[in-house]
């Protein structure tokens, strides 16, 4: 699901979702409506399904080869919101998704990174102080997205608006609306507000977004190895940032979706939406929200065939950056950027890729209501890396 392919083919809605209900090619895209079902169902068919057809990984040798955490002081005192997270050798991916598997081995160096999402209050200051405005404050521009009705191109962002009745869940055309004044100022529309979420994650940021208030704020984003090195908090090869267990002794670790999705959302968290940053319990690094709530930027592209690029290398995979090129074959055309981390959307039945080691992949002007992102900054004595732009 892309900005465009909503600004195309669905008629721009004000708050009340506006979607056909059969199932439409991807005007950037050129799949047929099957072999879109096909892909899309390969990415998203929940973690029961996926258990099904897993591949094992077939290493014999998982207690030598557990992470290997750099042992260093930090190199400093922290800024102020951020922890060093050490860096060392891990298994990266998981078995559960044909795009995270196989697992590898990767280094990543040591850095600092922000403790939680970045909130509407941080993003408030960053705004304050350069005046900026964010990709969907801006009216698409006809020469960007030809063949969208003139009166589609305005401002506003995508927003999950939940049918009332079940549907399939192969379109996800279903839930997610195009919403004429939605943005960070107004999450779900120009109804709502932040007034009372200056400690919620700032949403609806697309990547160049991000990367400008990464700049304005002297840090950058996570690699997909860092963020994925983080969210694990020194955990070897577990599903969740936790642990294996969803819900250690019952309790609630994560803002996820429960119910029926997408129809019914049974909010046993206490958040339909975003929850307040750090409203639940951090991983083994400190770390809040590194699992579920909103999902977050990275600067990797996105490929599906990447971990088995970097497989079939055999040897360890220092500080990787991404492929220099994105492919995504449910939508063909489409370059994206990774998402890590999973949103209040994930569940077991539905796009179960917040576990560790999934992967979620999002156009770079395309922000939603649930996509943010958090920082991360160098140890000086690393070289920089050096981000890649759309
Ligand atoms: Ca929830």
């Not at 973690?47 to 990984?57: N, V």
Request: aromatic fraction near 12%; include cysteine.
């Amino acid at each position: 699901m892309t900005r465009g392919q909503l600004l195309i083919l669905f008629t721009v809605g004000t708050l009340v979702l506006a979607v056909a209900g059969v199932y439409l090619l991807a005007a950037k895209g050129g799949s047929s409506p099957r072999e879109k079902e096909q892909t899309t169902m390969t990415c998203d068919m929940g973690i029961s399904a996926a258990r099904q057809s897993r591949q094992p990984t077939g290493d014999g040798s998982a207690q030598s080869e557990a992470p290997t955490l750099n042992l260093a002081a930090p190199p400093g005192p922290a800024s102020e919101g951020m922890l060093w997270i050490p860096g060392g050798e891990f298994w990266m991916g998981t078995d559960e998704f044909p795009d995270a598997h196989p697992l590898h081995r990767v280094y990543v160096d040591g850095f600092w990174m922000d403790k939680t999402e970045v909130t509407t209050a941080q993003f408030q200051k960053f705004v304050n102080a350069t005046g900026y405005v964010t990709i969907a404050e801006r009216a698409p521009r006809a020469e960007d997205f030809p063949g969208a009705p003139p009166e589609n191109l305005v401002a506003g962002s995508v927003v999950f608006s939940p049918p009332g009745h079940p549907v399939k869940l192969h379109d996800h055309f279903q839930w997610w609306s195009y919403i004429k004044g939605a943005n960070w100022r107004h999450p779900e529309g120009p109804n709502s507000d932040i007034a009372k979420r200056g400690n919620y994650p700032v949403v609806h940021i697309a990547y160049d977004d991000a990367l400008a208030y990464a700049k304005w704020a002297g840090k950058r984003l996570p690699t997909e190895a860092e963020f994925e090195f983080a969210q694990r908090g020194g955990l070897d090869r577990k599903a969740y940032s936790w642990g294996d267990e969803f819900r250690p002794a019952g309790t609630i670790m994560a803002n996820t979706f429960q119910g029926h999705f997408p129809d019914h959302n049974t909010v046993e968290d206490g958040y339909a939406t975003a929850a307040p940053v750090g409203s639940f319990s951090p991983n083994g690094y400190g770390l809040y929200d590194m699992t579920g709530n909103v999902w977050e930027w990275t600067s990797d592209w996105y490929r599906h065939d990447y971990y088995r690029t970097l497989a079939a290398g055999g040897s360890i995979v220092r500080n990787p950056q991404g492929p220099p090129d994105s492919v995504d074959p449910s939508e063909p055309g489409v370059k994206k950027k990774v998402h890590k981390g999973g949103s209040f959307l994930c569940t077991d039945q539905y796009c179960s890729r917040y576990i560790a080691g999934g992967r979620g992949k999002g156009e770079p002007d395309t922000g939603t209501n649930h996509v943010g992102f958090r920082l991360v900054r160098s140890d000086q004595r690393n070289p920089p890396y050096k981000a890649q732009r759309p």
